[in-house]
């Protein structure tokens, strides 16, 4: 099983429409999560930390699910300029002041017009 | 305020060759990772640098990659003899503190031949 995984997409949306992603992660010792967005070969760009009460960012909206172990986002009214991908990533814990973060494969978002 | 700055951008070299890349923290920042995406693989952690000390390299592919951080701020990752599966975007990140949000660098392109 790998330790993070997302369902790689891509996902075709029409402008406007509300879109959402889940990812799961193998470790329940796992200390913190992320939300990071990559454009083509460009580096990833934090778009949001993601806390077990939920966290909202504008029309961005995180869930950490530590009982299942997944973390969600979802984006609301979207945007040609929200097509990129979406990288899962987690502080698995591993112990030992160890924090080197550990991502998900992505998942590719297209914006329709 | 200046982010994660790396050099060079772009490094193409022959099998058997050493190159060093560079990467310059957020100023003010203990933290310094670094990772590595392979083609069609996710990104990848290698080490992590507490000021000038090697918190955890567990993500060393082996002894052919060495990495500094003389004096706390700079890094370099040197690879040496290179080989054809070292190719790939390096990419380093530098975070306040520990279990905290790591801000990336534009990433080192290295395409070994």
């Known amino acids: 099983r790998k330790e993070v995984e997302q369902d790689p997409g891509p996902f075709n949306v029409p402008e406007g429409a509300t879109v959402a992603f889940n990812c799961t992660y193998s470790n329940s010792a796992s200390q913190s999560f992320f939300w990071y967005r990559q454009d083509c070969r460009k580096e990833p760009k934090l778009l949001m930390s993601?806390?077990?009460s939920g966290n909202e960012d504008g029309r961005f909206t995180a869930q950490l699910n530590r009982a299942s172990q997944y973390i969600s986002l979802l984006i609301r009214d979207s945007k040609l300029s929200d097509s990129a991908t979406y990288l899962c990533v987690v502080n698995l814990g591993r112990g030992g002041g160890a924090d080197g973060l550990t991502f998900g494969k992505g998942t590719h978002l297209i914006i329709q017009p | 305020e200046a982010g994660v700055t790396q050099f060079p951008s772009h490094s193409v070299i022959e099998k058997g060759q050493t190159v060093t890349l560079r990467c310059d923290p957020i100023?003010?920042?203990?933290?310094l990772y670094w990772y590595r995406r392979v083609m069609g693989k996710e990104i990848k952690f290698l080490l992590h640098?507490?000021?000038?000390?090697?918190?955890?390299e567990s993500g060393m592919p082996n002894n052919r990659f060495l990495a500094e951080r003389t004096g706390g701020t700079y890094s370099t990752l040197k690879v040496q003899p290179a080989e054809l599966e070292d190719s790939g975007v390096y990419f380093c990140?530098?975070?306040?503190?520990?279990?905290?949000?790591?801000?990336f660098g534009p990433g080192t392109r290295l395409t070994v031949t």
């Open positions: 640098f507490v000021k000038e000390s090697k918190q955890d």
């Open positions: 993601v806390y077990s």
């Open positions: 990140a530098s975070s306040p503190i520990s279990w905290g949000e790591q801000y």
């Open positions: 100023s003010g920042h203990d933290n």
